[in-house]
């Protein structure tokens, strides 16, 4: 009887432990959504093999930046940091079949060029049309003298 008691024990500490992550996880959305300019983003943080390497995320609009939040993880600073002044706008597009399997329904990609200590990076971004809208009107939006230069 004492090894039944045992195993219940433990399953029952395992499911509080779920619990109790799966709300840290809540918890934390509610913070980056309580900071305000928060919108759903996946980031391409793998790039070797075609259509795959995205990840779900959430942006978040901050002063000159644009900062990117794992949606899966439990780290208050942002995986991925882009400085408004260095990002450049190349393309935007339907995301592939491949692609579409691991992205939402109605997202869109969008494909720029960021500046990292003096080395330009180019990264895919996926979101909703309507955020896709929101951040291009975010990096136009940039105070005279911002805008990083044309090459």
């Given at each position: 009887m004492a090894g039944w008691l045992t195993v219940l024990e433990a399953i029952g500490l395992a499911?509080?432990?779920l619990a109790l992550g799966l709300g840290l996880l809540a918890v934390r959305r509610r913070w980056l959504d309580h900071l305000g300019g928060?919108?759903?983003c996946?980031?391409?943080v793998k790039t070797t093999v075609p259509g795959s390497g995205w990840a779900l995320?959430?942006?978040r609009y901050n002063e000159g930046i644009l900062e990117w939040f794992r949606f899966f993880?439990?780290?208050l600073r942002p995986h991925q940091v882009f400085d408004r002044a260095a990002v450049r706008v190349l393309e935007t597009r339907e995301p592939d079949l491949i692609e579409a399997v691991a992205l939402n329904a109605d997202n869109r990609v969008l494909r720029i060029e960021a500046r990292e200590d003096s080395i330009d990076r180019e990264w895919e971004l996926?979101?909703?049309p309507d955020s896709l809208t929101g951040l291009l009107s975010w990096l136009e939006a940039a105070p005279p003298g911002v805008r990083r230069p044309s090459d």
């Open positions: 499911v509080v432990l928060t919108f759903e996946s980031l391409r995320g959430v942006g993880s439990y780290a996926a979101m909703s």
